[in-house]
Structures are given as structure tokens and as C-alpha cells.
């Protein structure tokens, strides 16, 4: 069973949509109409020991929110939950789309903020994030292979529109053109062609491609990112990487 995530949302068309999405993707959703209904919920789940992590938390491994809900606001669930000290990760989605709405909701325990309407496979991707910053579960670095070719094997050529990169030989080419690719560029892009749609954040590039662990965000990787759409540039590729506004990048071939 995947992860376990409470949506909280009082429009049903939204709150079915949401939890739809997050069942495709693995993830076991239980829907909560208002903040009273949440509230309960939440509760419930403290009285019994986390499964996962042997510890009484609210029995979901991450919420999805509204602010604007009968019953209990989500401002105020954020605040019950941050007393009582549960550490679950909150994301919350809602129509409120100042800086300042985002800075209070933020400042009262929230992880996270997604401005209706939004796109349900970037909230998908930002409750991984969250799941993997915090150790639940499967993260995407543990599920994906880290490049490179072990000796003696061989691996698939990959295509991508225009590009074609064969990881035994070690070669990246446009058109059958070759395109000259230092060793980490050449994993940054055997990464993404390896993985198409999926959006890596920083540190999963970093880790990934450097096989060292990630400190701190030096920009590094934006760096590396950068010279290697210079080098895409003349063939009008360069924009197959694209970069996932506070998330990451991905490959858009």
C-alpha cells in the first residue's frame, strides 16, 4: 500500500479529481469534506501507532488542504497539528494568491502552497517531494537507477525527438550529429532521457550524477543545466530540458 494522504477539500469535484490523481500514482487517499470532518479524522489516526514508522502521528503520512472549510479552517488545523507536534507534511491548495496569504499559511507550519487552479500531476510531484524529504516510503532516488554503464554490460540506445544517446558507447547525438558532453553532462541528460516526464529536483540530479550526497543548493546543477542547453542551443533542442518552476527539471521532448 502506498503512501497514506488526506485530502481536505469541501468542493467534491475538486476533492474527487484530487484523490483520483494521487490513487493513480500509488498513494491511498481518504477524502474529508470539511475541517470538522478532518478534524475527527486526524484524531482517530493519533490514537494508533503509525504502521510505517512506529509512532502515534495522524495516522496519514501527508495532508492536502483548503483554507476555507466549514466546520475548521485550515489555518486552524495547521495550527492544532504543528501543537500537538505532528511533523506530517501539509500542502496546501487554495484560491488565496497573494504573497502575503503564502507567507502567513508558510509561517504557520505548512510545507508547502498551490494556488487554485493547479495542475494535478505538479501536485503529485510536490506531495513526492515532501514524502522523500521526510523518509516516507519509496523515494524516486531510491527507485531509480543511477547512471552510468557497469563493465562488461550494455544498455539500450535512448531516443528523445531529436537526440539519441547510447549509454555503452558513450555518445550523445542531434540528428545524427554528435554533440560533445563532459561525464556529468552526459549523466544529467542520460538521467532525463532515461526517465521522460518524470521532474528531478536539484538534489536528486545531484545525487544522482555526482553520486555524493546533497548539502546545500550552490546551484551547481542550475549551472550544469545551463552550459548544456548552450550546447543545444544551435539545433533549437534546448528547451527539451525544461525547468519546473520550484520543483526541478524534466524532460519535454
Not at 33 to 59: F, N
Not at 65 to 92: K, Y
Not at 148 to 173: C, E, I, K, M, N
Request: hydrophobic fraction near 40%.
Amino acid at each position: 500500500m502506498g503512501a497514506r494522504i488526506l485530502v481536505i477539500e469541501d468542493d467534491a469535484d475538486i476533492n474527487e479529481v484530487t484523490c483520483t490523481q494521487l490513487v493513480r500514482s500509488g498513494f491511498d487517499c481518504t477524502a474529508a469534506y470539511s475541517g470538522s470532518e478532518a478534524r475527527l479524522l486526524l484524531e482517530r489516526g493519533t490514537a494508533e501507532p503509525s504502521d510505517d514508522h512506529g509512532e502515534a502521528e495522524c495516522g496519514f503520512d501527508c495532508i492536502v488542504t483548503d483554507l476555507m472549510l466549514p466546520g475548521m479552517s485550515g489555518e486552524r488545523l495547521i495550527t492544532m497539528l504543528r501543537e500537538r507536534g505532528a511533523g506530517v507534511p501539509i500542502i496546501v491548495i487554495s484560491a488565496r494568491d497573494t504573497v502575503a496569504d503564502r507567507v502567513a499559511v508558510l509561517g504557520l507550519g505548512a510545507d508547502d502552497y498551490l494556488v487554485k487552479p493547479f495542475d494535478l500531476d505538479e501536485l503529485v510531484v510536490r506531495v513526492q517531494a515532501q514524502l522523500r524529504g521526510r523518509g516516507y516510503g519509496r523515494t524516486a532516488s531510491s527507485t531509480i537507477p543511477a547512471t552510468g554503464t557497469a563493465a562488461g554490460s550494455t544498455q539500450p540506445v535512448l531516443t528523445a525527438g531529436r537526440w539519441t544517446l547510447d549509454p555503452t558507447a558513450r555518445t550523445f547525438a542531434i540528428d545524427h550529429e554528435s554533440v560533445s558532453l563532459t561525464n556529468t553532462e552526459f549523466a544529467i541528460v542520460e538521467l532525463l532521457m532515461a526517465h521522460p516526464h518524470t521532474v528531478f529536483t536539484k538534489q536528486q540530479v545531484y545525487e544522482l550524477c555526482w553520486n555524493e550526497p546533497y548539502m546545500v543548493d550552490d546551484n551547481t546543477v542550475t549551472a550544469h543545466v545551463s552550459k548544456i542547453r548552450a550546447k543545444l542551443k544551435p539545433s533549437g533542442t534546448d528547451m527539451y530540458i525544461r525547468t519546473v518552476w520550484g520543483l526541478g527539471f524534466k524532460l519535454d521532448a
